[in-house]
């Protein structure tokens, strides 16, 4: 069982992502954990204080380490195998692969979601096992980016999504798209669905979708040939596909 736990000034957007979708099945099918836990509730002054002023002057407001600490501690003590990863723009850049990586390396992981200016550089030091970022823009905290990760990862979980479906199939999975879907009706719009997904035969549809799949990837995202290259079916669905091409030109 994986748990997921989150360090948070905004523990209520954490648990209403807790509770709803595949994520609450999965926690409801005993095969993931999820919690959060207020930062605040790790102040021990008077005023709850979380932030203070950055040395050396400057705008915003930085995160203190003692209730950072605090909450860490009480995390890895109930949990202690687990990573500890902060939500930061500085992180390295997520990826499908990283999902895979992370759902089974671990018994579980702790997110450190920062708001204002940053955390203190010393819970980063002494803390954080790794540093991760959803991508190259800024957000006002790593709320959002925790809960991009927990879902990323948790779907991966055997058990989380329904049995019929696979994460195999997904896009990214061998770094190409995902192949075309369609649902009833027959035809929608003027649109029809293509002929060979009502056929029943099989192999002509796995043939089919590898197509549809190659054509999307060189479509939109033909960066991904270059991370894997095309394999020998691969070479030949799109030469095909371009002799195809060419009697439009030629016409
Ligand atoms: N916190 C703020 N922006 C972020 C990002 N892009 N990724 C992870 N955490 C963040």
């Not at 950072?68 to 997520?94: D, H, I």
């Not at 696979?166 to 075309?180: G, N, V």
């Amino acid at each position: 069982m994986m748990d997921f736990t989150v360090l948070t000034l905004f523990p209520e957007l954490i648990d209403a992502f807790f509770e709803h979708g595949m994520i609450s099945r999965g926690i409801e099918k005993k095969l993931i954990t999820g919690s959060s836990i207020n930062i605040r509730d790790f102040s021990t002054d008077r005023h709850k204080t979380v932030d203070d002023r950055p040395y050396g002057g400057g705008s915003g407001m930085v995160m203190k380490p003692e209730p950072l600490q605090a909450a860490v501690l009480y995390a890895k003590k109930k949990m202690p195998e687990s990573k500890v990863v902060l939500m930061t723009p500085q992180g390295t850049r997520f990826s499908q692969a990283k999902a895979w990586e992370l759902s089974c390396a671990n018994e579980g992981l702790i997110f450190i979601c920062g708001r204002y200016e940053g955390i203190d550089e010393r819970i980063t030091s002494c803390l954080v096992d790794e540093e991760i970022s959803i991508g190259d823009y800024v957000m006002t905290g790593g709320e959002l980016a925790s809960m991009v990760i927990i879902d990323s990862i948790a779907r991966l979980i055997p058990g989380v999504l329904g049995s019929c479906e696979s994460p195999k199939s997904d896009s990214f999975s061998d770094d190409r798209l995902e192949y075309a879907q369609y649902t009833r009706p027959e035809e929608f719009e003027g649109l029809p669905v293509p002929e060979v997904l009502l056929s029943g035969n099989h192999e002509k549809i796995r043939q089919w979708r590898k197509r549809s799949s190659l054509q999307r990837t060189f479509l939109k995202r033909p960066d991904l040939f270059r991370k894997n290259k095309l394999n020998l079916e691969e070479k030949k669905i799109l030469m095909q596909w371009s002799q195809e091409l060419e009697v439009f030109v030629k016409e």
